[in-house]
């Protein structure tokens, strides 16, 4: 009767820690499907953004510098952001050489924080190019799903 006993104890040992390294799996794989989305959304934010900000300078006859309203769901001014423009028209950061520079000009074009929780879903990488900046932004869970935006 003991030896009964403890085959079924070890069997619903077995069987609990089956449904655990499943649900651990499960949730590993929607993990990853979800920074791949976050990724994905935050990629389509800022190159929609850029477009928003070249649309802008082009309307205000193309100044050096250029002051961004970014409005909240009800129309209303919710930040104001300053960019350096390049001479074709693509926002810059004004200091240069800030630190973290590809991601502080990510946060600045998609208006969002530094310590938002969808930035850890993004590697930013700043390359020099023949005097300018290059920065290339990849999803953090797939190293070859990347996209570069340069301003010149």
Known sequence: MKKLNLVGLM???VLILLLVGAIINLNNKNSQALDALTFELQQQSFLQNVALIKAKWILERRPRQLNYDFLDEYGAMSDQVVFAMSPSGWPE?????????????MTKVTNTSLTDEYHQAIVSTKL???GDIVCQFCDAGNNEKCFI???D
């Open 149 to 151: 935006y340069s301003a």
């Open 93 to 105: 950061l004004i200091d240069k050489d800030v630190e973290n520079y590809c991601k502080v000009l």
């Open 128 to 130: 020099a190019k023949e």
């Open 11 to 13: 069997i619903s040992v």
